[in-house]
């Protein structure tokens, strides 16, 4: 069997059934968060844009925009969103992908599921299928696919979306195959976009792709046998090698929605500054530090961190979020990183101040393993001469120390917040937590909407 026939077997033949508990707590989890992201990012300029370009172009209004008034086409509700859920960089990451897995995968199933009248059991498969594809090929061409310059959630999310959306489209055999070789082509994404509002509109764009390939491979469109594996096809393109015979041979078997799992982000910023905010909070309340008291902060880290968290004296609020340096700080000044600190607007005086006292550095002593690219190990010393240097780490939310199913909801909640009343967002976070169970998924989708246009 061939490397795409295997893959096309695995999106075709899986169901719930074959999915234990353990799958079907975490695509709900994942599903809750995701929501509530979408929820917070519609106000956001990047989704405003989207959407004003989807009411220019018009589409008939089978989907939600989620947060929003507008109803409009499965492909431009896919765009916008999933331009809205990334908005802010705080939608959830997985380490096998190197990249945000739900936004896009979630963007899909619920256009994809309004127009064909999906229940939840089925957006509920198409995501976890999607998710699967991901990090297989996550694992099969990272870390190299990353270190040249792609952001996954793109270049490699637009295949899980097709995945995805052939499922909920009911695609044959052929059909699917077709879907996923449109997607090799269709798939991209650069990682020098990172700190702007084209990094949020990739995953917006992998979902819209996914959407496209499978409705065009619905109506006939065709793609090569071997777009995935062939000798100038997407692995070769993309990272430079050849996918091994057996990349998919554990789908199904292994679930890597499990085993790598998810790390739901704590804080609205790129996700290789969670563990040194995390340590500086930390080192913050235990040693009762204000900036007057610190000299110098240094954040050792990855080889591969220079080249994502790269914006040293960040010039907008979207750079902020790729800043050591301000979210250091922001950690130290403050006490904690949300979604308030990246207003756009001046950075605040005592913050500023503390960012010229921190230093990040690639250090080849931290670990390689790809869920370990996000550890850090920081060193703070004081005015008075202390030096207070906690262990390497990860952080909060990482598989290995999840957020509580309590904490989880607060945040959902709280970027609910700017559209529903909270009893709303509360009802809606019940009705997630059933996602399988419910008949249609447009009885949530209804749920969603906002005033905006």
Not at 57 to 84: H, K
Not at 182 to 187: E, F, N
Not at 429 to 447: G, V, W, Y
Request: aromatic residues 4%; proline residues 6%; contains cysteine.
């Amino acid at each position: 069997m061939s490397v795409t026939s295997r893959l096309v077997e695995f999106v075709l033949k899986t169901t719930l059934a074959d999915c234990p508990e353990p799958v079907l707590a975490q695509i709900r989890r994942a599903t809750l968060d995701t929501i509530g992201c979408m929820l917070a990012g519609a106000s956001e300029p990047v989704a405003a844009i989207v959407r004003q370009v989807a009411r220019a172009e018009g589409g008939t209004p089978l989907c939600t925009v989620v947060g929003t008034a507008l109803r409009t086409s499965p492909t431009w509700a896919a765009l916008a969103n999933g331009a809205a859920g990334h908005a802010h960089d705080f939608d959830d990451t997985n380490f096998a992908l190197l990249g945000h897995p739900s936004v896009p995968l979630l963007a899909t199933a619920l256009a994809g599921g309004e127009a064909e009248m999906a229940d939840g059991a089925t957006i509920a498969l198409a995501y976890v299928i999607g998710f699967e594809v991901d990090a297989a090929l996550g694992k099969a061409v990272n870390p190299e696919h990353y270190t040249r310059g792609w952001h996954a959630t793109t270049s490699i999310g637009t295949l899980g979306c097709a995945a995805a959306a052939a499922r909920i489209l009911g695609l044959d055999a052929g059909q699917t195959r077709h879907a996923l070789g449109i997607a090799a082509s269709l798939a991209s994404g650069l990682k020098e976009n990172f700190g702007s509002m084209t990094k949020p509109y990739h995953a917006g764009h992998a979902a819209r792709n996914g959407v496209l390939a499978a409705q065009l491979a619905r109506e006939g469109m065709t793609s090569s046998e071997t777009a995935l594996d062939g000798r100038q096809g997407y692995a070769a393109a993309f990272s430079g090698a050849v996918l091994p015979a057996d990349v998919f041979d554990r789908l199904g078997q292994r679930w890597e929605i499990v085993e790598s799992g998810i790390a739901v982000k704590p804080y609205p910023s790129c996700a290789l500054t969670h563990s040194a905010i995390d340590a500086l909070i930390d080192l913050r309340a235990a040693h009762g530090l204000t900036p007057d008291r610190v000299a110098r902060v240094e954040v050792r880290v990855n080889r591969v961190v220079p080249d994502v968290v790269r914006h040293d004296r960040p010039t907008s609020a979207l750079e902020r979020k790729f800043s050591m340096p301000f979210c250091a700080a922001v950690a130290l000044a403050r006490g904690g990183v949300d979604l308030g600190h990246f207003a756009d607007g001046p950075v605040d005086d005592d913050v500023r101040r503390l960012m010229e006292r921190v230093t990040m550095r690639p250090d080849p002593a931290m670990p390689e393993g790809l869920e370990q690219h996000a550890w850090s190990q920081v060193t703070v010393t004081l005015t008075d001469g202390r030096v207070l240097a906690p262990a390497m780490r990860g952080a909060r939310g990482h598989p290995n120390d999840p957020l509580d199913a309590a904490a989880l909801r607060e945040k959902f909640l709280a970027c609910a917040a700017p559209v529903l009343s909270r009893d709303d967002a509360s009802a809606i976070a019940d009705q997630i937590d059933h996602l399988e169970d419910i008949p249609d998924i447009r009885a949530l989708t209804s749920r969603l909407v906002g005033e905006k246009e």
